[in-house]
């Protein structure tokens, strides 16, 4: 097997020696002392990623927000922001529990580009019980219009 950069970030290409990575198994290594198991030799790698052994994840790139439909990033934004003005507010058993489930929703829309509507039900329920401390907020009201949306009332 050989892998070949052609120096443009490409990853392919023609190239020598220092561009080649022989994983054959049959190669002598550049001592001269040969290798039982092959020689992996990377040179000049740039605007790749490369991955060597069983069971990897590679991410060439920004590994950051998946794009999401404008209701679910109305939605991210409107968590971000309560999570942000729940730091102020006086703590109690109810805003932390919102505040834990703001935090998973917000990831699971980062990773996934929506929120289920099991977890959005839920933050329903939590901003209903947190209402004496998020009530007063714009940020809360948000959230719920949000997630009103979303669910359909």
């Known amino acids: 097997m050989a892998m070949v950069d052609a120096g443009d970030g490409s990853g392919m290409g023609g190239g020598g020696a220092d561009r080649s990575a022989d994983a054959s198994g049959g190669g002598a290594d550049p001592a001269g002392g040969g290798s039982k198991f092959g020689n992996i030799r ?16 590679i991410v060439n790139g920004r590994e950051g927000e998946v794009p999401c439909d404008p209701a679910y990033q109305e939605l991210l934004e409107a968590v971000r922001q309560l999570t942000d003005d729940l730091r102020r507010v006086v703590p109690s058993p109810e805003v932390g529990v919102l505040t834990d489930e ?19 039900a839920r933050i329903r329920v939590l901003l209903q019980d947190a209402s004496a401390s998020v009530g007063m907020l714009a940020s809360g009201v948000a959230v719920g219009q949000a997630v009103g949306a979303l669910l359909g009332g």
């Open 42 to 57: 990377f040179g000049n790698v740039r605007g790749s990623a490369i991955g060597i052994g069983d069971h990897n994840r």
């Open 102 to 120: 703001l935090a998973q929703t917000q990831d699971e829309i980062q990773r996934t580009g929506r929120a289920g509507a099991g977890r959005l």
